[in-house]
C-alpha cells in the first residue's frame, strides 16, 4: 500500500511539474505559428516568396515545385507534417545527409519562401482565388450541369462525389486539374461501368460493389440496384472518370474560373474572410 501511495505521489508531482513546461511550450508554438502566419495568405509576400523559389530553389525541387533531385513540396505533404521553425531551419541550416544547402537568408525573406510554399498546397477555402462564386454558382447548377451527379450539403445528384467540403480537402489547383483533367484524378468508389442483363436491360452507372455472386451498381438516378451474377449477362467498366472531360471547351476561361471559385468556397464549416490590399476575397461560403 506505502509502494502504490508513493508511486502515486511521484506520478501527481510529475504531472504537476510538467504543466508549466507544457504550458510554455504551446505558447512558444503559438508565437512561432503566429510570425509564420503574418506572411500567410498574403498576395504580396506569396508573390515574393515565388521569385525567392524561382531564383534559389527551383533548380532541385523544380518550376512548379513539383520535385526533381529535391523532394516534392507541391502537394503538401511533406510540408504540412513540419512546424514553421523545423521549415525555418531546414532553409536557414539546410538538412544534413541530403543535397539541400543552408541559405543566408534575411527572417522576412525566409517568411515569405514558406508562405509560397504553403500556398501551393494550401486548401481551396482559406487561399485567395480569382473568379466570382456568385457566377460560379449558376453555372454549376446551369450550363455545366454539374449538380446532376454531384451533391453539396444534401442537394445535387449522387453519382459523384459529395463535394460539400472540396474546398477544405483540395487546393485550388487541385479542383482545377480535376475539372480539367478529371482522369488523373480517379476517385475511389466511382467506377463507372454498364451492366447487361439476362433479360436485356441495360444499367449505366457507378459499381458499388462486387463479389462472386452478385453486385452492386448505381444508376444515373441514384438507384441502387443489387443483383445476382446469375442474372447477369455482361459486365462492361468504364476507364477513368465518368465526368466529363470537356470542360475547358465547353466552358469560357472565365467561366472556369467562376465554378472554381464557387466550389473553393464549399466548406462544412464557416471560413474566415479576408482580403488584400487589392480587395480580392480570400475566404468566404
Given at each position: 500500500m506505502i509502494g502504490l501511495l508513493m508511486k502515486t505521489f511521484v506520478l501527481f508531482?510529475?504531472?504537476f511539474l510538467w504543466l508549466?513546461?507544457?504550458?510554455?511550450?504551446?505558447?512558444r508554438r503559438q508565437?512561432?505559428?503566429?510570425?509564420?502566419?503574418?506572411?500567410?495568405?498574403r498576395p504580396e509576400a506569396i508573390e515574393a516568396g515565388q521569385k525567392l523559389f524561382a531564383n534559389m530553389c527551383s533548380g532541385c525541387h523544380g518550376a512548379q515545385a513539383e520535385g526533381g533531385r529535391g523532394p516534392n513540396l507541391e502537394d503538401g505533404q511533406l510540408v504540412r507534417l513540419k512546424d514553421a521553425q523545423h521549415l525555418s531551419d531546414s532553409i536557414r541550416k539546410g538538412v544534413p545527409g541530403s543535397e539541400m544547402p543552408p541559405f543566408d537568408l534575411l527572417d522576412e525573406q525566409i517568411g515569405q519562401l514558406l508562405a509560397f510554399i504553403r500556398s501551393l498546397s494550401a486548401p481551396a477555402a482559406e487561399s485567395q482565388v480569382p473568379g466570382d462564386p456568385e457566377s460560379g454558382r449558376v453555372i454549376f447548377l446551369g450550363k455545366a450541369s454539374c449538380s446532376a451527379c454531384h451533391m453539396i450539403l444534401g442537394k445535387g445528384g449522387l453519382t459523384g462525389p459529395d463535394?460539400?467540403?472540396?474546398?477544405?480537402?483540395?487546393?485550388?489547383?487541385?479542383?482545377?486539374q480535376a475539372l480539367v483533367d478529371p482522369k488523373s484524378r480517379?476517385?475511389?468508389?466511382?467506377?463507372?461501368?454498364?451492366?447487361?442483363?439476362?433479360?436485356?436491360?441495360?444499367?449505366?452507372?457507378?459499381?458499388?460493389?462486387?463479389?462472386?455472386?452478385?453486385?452492386?451498381?448505381?444508376?444515373?438516378?441514384?438507384?441502387?440496384?443489387?443483383?445476382?451474377?446469375?442474372?447477369?449477362?455482361?459486365?462492361?467498366?468504364?476507364?477513368?472518370?465518368?465526368?466529363?472531360d470537356d470542360y475547358d471547351r465547353r466552358l469560357t476561361?472565365?467561366?472556369?474560373?467562376?465554378?472554381?471559385?464557387?466550389?473553393?468556397?464549399?466548406?462544412?464549416?464557416?471560413?474566415?474572410?479576408?482580403?488584400?490590399?487589392?480587395?480580392?476575397?480570400?475566404?468566404?461560403?
Open positions: 508531482l510529475l504531472a508549466p513546461w507544457s504550458g510554455k511550450a504551446q505558447e508565437e512561432e505559428n503566429a510570425a509564420e502566419n503574418s506572411f500567410n495568405g463535394l460539400s467540403n472540396i474546398g477544405m480537402s483540395h487546393s485550388w489547383k487541385q479542383l482545377r480517379p476517385r475511389e468508389g466511382y467506377q463507372g461501368a454498364m451492366v447487361l442483363t439476362e433479360g436485356g436491360s441495360r444499367i449505366t452507372g457507378i459499381m458499388k460493389d462486387q463479389t462472386n455472386y452478385s453486385v452492386a451498381i448505381q444508376d444515373v438516378d441514384g438507384n441502387l440496384h443489387l443483383l445476382s451474377m446469375q442474372d447477369i449477362r455482361e459486365i462492361t467498366y468504364r476507364s477513368g472518370s465518368l465526368m466529363p476561361a472565365k467561366e472556369m474560373d467562376d465554378v472554381l471559385a464557387f466550389l473553393s468556397r464549399q466548406s462544412v464549416r464557416p471560413v474566415k474572410v479576408q482580403t488584400s490590399s487589392a480587395g480580392h476575397q480570400k475566404g468566404a461560403n
